[in-house]
């Protein structure tokens, strides 16, 4: 069952062991950027947002009025599934991967960071972009991208899963950036 009231709502359970209990640790740091960063003026608001809240297609999300801080960023992954098979690529129809294979690693950390460099740079970037919306539509669509954008939690969480120490290095790093 997921407690949709903790910081990061999710259904990998991140008390099961430390390295999957990093993005709890990165949460204050993420917070304060947050405040310095995300949308300016925005605190207060209460704003209209689509929310994941599972990886069901008949109910991944939920939609109602949110202040920016109080946002729930949450980490969902589909469950593991023996019998699921890669539907794409030079892999088509081969059993999906459980464990990222030795020869993928250094690729796919790669753009797991990569990922989770950019996005809060897209919310830095969108910063004022408010202040000058034509429209309550166009600014609601601003917020709804920033939290989007703003998915780090669930970066440090593979990361830290995945890929042992090289994945812990590259967190940590990223997370010094937020100070």
């Known amino acids: 069952?997921?407690?949709?009231?903790?910081?990061?709502?999710?259904?990998?359970?991140?008390?099961?062991?430390?390295?999957?209990?990093?993005?709890?640790?990165?949460?204050?740091?993420?917070?304060?950027?947050?405040?310095?960063?995300?949308?300016?003026?925005?605190?207060?608001?209460?704003?209209?947002l689509r929310t994941a809240i599972s990886v069901e297609p008949d109910g991944w999300a939920q939609f109602g009025y949110v202040k920016m801080p109080d946002y729930r960023w949450g980490i969902f992954l589909q469950p593991r599934d023996e019998k699921r098979e890669v539907n794409f690529g030079a892999h088509k129809g081969q059993?999906?991967?459980?464990?990222?294979?030795?020869?993928?690693?250094?690729?796919?950390?790669?753009?797991?960071?990569?990922?989770?460099?950019?996005?809060?740079a897209s919310v830095e970037q969108q910063r004022m972009l408010g202040a000058s919306c034509p429209s309550m539509y166009d600014l609601r669509n601003i917020f709804q991208v920033n939290v989007e954008e703003a998915a780090t939690s669930g970066m440090v969480?593979?990361?830290?899963?995945?890929?042992?120490?090289?994945?812990?290095?590259?967190?940590?790093?990223?997370?010094?950036?937020?100070?």
């Open 1 to 48: 069952m997921i407690n949709y009231t903790e910081k990061i709502p999710n259904n990998v359970d991140l008390d099961a062991t430390a390295s999957c209990s990093a993005p709890r640790a990165w949460q204050p740091a993420y917070m304060g950027w947050w405040y310095d960063m995300g949308p300016d003026e925005s605190h207060n608001y209460e704003v209209y």
């Open 157 to 179: 969480y593979l990361l830290h899963r995945y890929f042992g120490r090289d994945g812990r290095e590259e967190a940590n790093l990223s997370r010094a950036a937020l100070r």
């Open 95 to 120: 059993p999906a991967w459980q464990e990222v294979p030795g020869e993928y690693r250094s690729t796919l950390r790669r753009i797991i960071v990569t990922q989770g460099d950019t996005e809060p």
